[in-house]
C-alpha cells in the first residue's frame, strides 16, 4: 500500500495537495516512452541491459519489441575503417549499428543467424568469422586463399558442437572451395567441367551449386576425413526440367538467382522479366520429383504462389527464408513478401520518384527502397537498390534481444 505526505507552501501553510511516492517509481514509466529510449540504444548489449533492470520494464518491453527480423547492411564490402556502418531495418527505416575494431577494413562476404558474420581480408587473403553482436571471433579459417571471393555460406551454427562448414566460389566463379571454422590446415577446391557457379547454398546436409548461365544444379556430397576436414565425397548433376523463362540477352543485368533452403525444401528464386511491358520481379521455385518415374527429368522446378508464414530476403551474400511473428505487420514486416537487396550498376543519384524512403550509404553511394508494382499472383516484393557497379548490401541475423526469461537477480 502506498504511503502519502502533505506538501507546504514556503510560508509553512499547508496547500493541501498530496503526492504518491509510488508515483514516482521507474518501474511506472509508460511503454511508449520506455519504447523511446530503446530506439537510442546502439548496442544489443546496451538494449538488453535495460530490459534487466525490473521485471516491469522487461515485460513492456516484451510487449513492444520489434520482431527479430534481418538488418540490411548496406555496405558490407567498403573496406572502411569505420567502427559504425548504417543498416536498413525494414520498409521504413534506417539506423545505424556499431561494428568490431576487428572488422575494420575488411569485407563482409556472409553470414549466419544470431549476428554471425565472415570477414575477408583483401591483404592477406584471409577468412575470419565473428559476431557483430558480441564481438566474439573464431579465428582465421582454412589459411589463405589465392582469389578474392565475395559469397560464403555456413553449414550450421559457427559454434555447433558438430562443427561448421564454411563454402565459398573462387577461381573466377569456377571452383567451390570448403574449410572448417576454425581450421586453419587449408581450403578443399571442387569444379563441374569448367562451368561458372552464380550461388551456393546448404540444404539438407549437401551443398549445391547453381551454374550460369543455364542454371544447372550441382549436388555436393559433404564428408569429413581422417583429421576431421571437410571433404567432397561425390558430386553430380541433377537432372531437371528447367521453367520456361524469357532470355535476358536484351538486359542481363537484370538477371539475379539464389537457391536456398525454404520448408526444408531447395528454392530458387529468379529475378527476371517475366512479363512483356512490365518490370523485372521475382518468382520462387521449389525443386520436386517428377510426376512420372519415367520422364527423361526425375525432377522439376515448380513454381511457388505462396510462402505461408513466411518472408524471403534475397540478397548475392545471404539469402534466407524468415518465420515472421504475428503483429510483426506493424513493424513493416509481412508474410508472404520478398524483401530483395540489388546493385544498380550505375552511379545514378537521382531518384526514381517512387521510393519508400532514400539513405546515403557508408560509401557515398545512394540507397533507396522502394515497392514492386503487383502482378496478382499471391506474392509482394520490395527492393532495396544501392547505386554502383557491385555494391551489393548483406542481410545480417541478429540474435533475439529480449529473451523470455529473466538472466540473474532482478
Known sequence: MSTKTRTTAGNGEDNGSTRSSAAAHWSDIPDDLLGNIRLRLDTGRDRAS??????????????????????????????????????????AFCCVIPIPDKAANKCLVGSHDGGWVAAFDFDSHELTVMNLCSGAELGVCGGRLESPISHVVFSDSPTSSSGCILATITNGSRSIAMCKVGCRRGWILQDWKNKMFTHI??????????????????????????????????????????????????????YECYILELNGKLS????????????????IFELVDADDAGEAF???????????????????????????????ETHGFERNHIYYSKATRSGETILPGDEVYSWKCDNDRLMFCREDQSIGDGLERTGYFIAGWGNAAM????????????????
Open 395 to 410: 542481410w545480417i541475423h541478429p540474435p533475439d534481444l529480449y529473451p523470455k526469461r529473466l538472466v540473474g537477480p532482478v
Open 50 to 91: 535495460l530490459a534487466s533492470v525490473c521485471r516491469q520494464w522487461h515485460a513492456a518491453l516484451l510487449r513492444t519489441a520489434p520482431p527479430v527480423v534481418p538488418l540490411l547492411l548496406l555496405s558490407p564490402q567498403s573496406r572502411s575503417s569505420r567502427t559504425k556502418r548504417r543498416c536498413s531495418g525494414g520498409p
Open 201 to 254: 547454398t546448404f540444404c539438407s546436409g549437401y551443398l549445391y551449386g547453381l551454374t550460369y548461365p543455364d542454371e544447372e544444379l550441382i549436388k555436393f556430397k559433404v564428408g569429413m576425413d581422417e583429421d576431421g576436414s571437410p571433404m567432397f565425397e561425390s558430386t553430380h548433376q541433377l537432372a531437371i526440367e528447367s521453367p520456361h523463362r524469357p532470355t535476358t540477352e536484351d538486359d542481363p543485368n537484370e
Open 268 to 283: 530458387m528464386a529468379t529475378r527476371d522479366q517475366w512479363l512483356s511491358k512490365h518490370e523485372p520481379f521475382f518468382k
Open 298 to 328: 526425375p525432377h522439376k522446378w515448380m513454381e511457388v504462389t505462396s510462402l505461408g508464414n513466411y518472408a524471403l530476403f534475397l540478397g548475392p551474400t545471404r539469402s534466407k527464408a524468415v518465420p515472421v511473428p504475428v503483429g510483426a
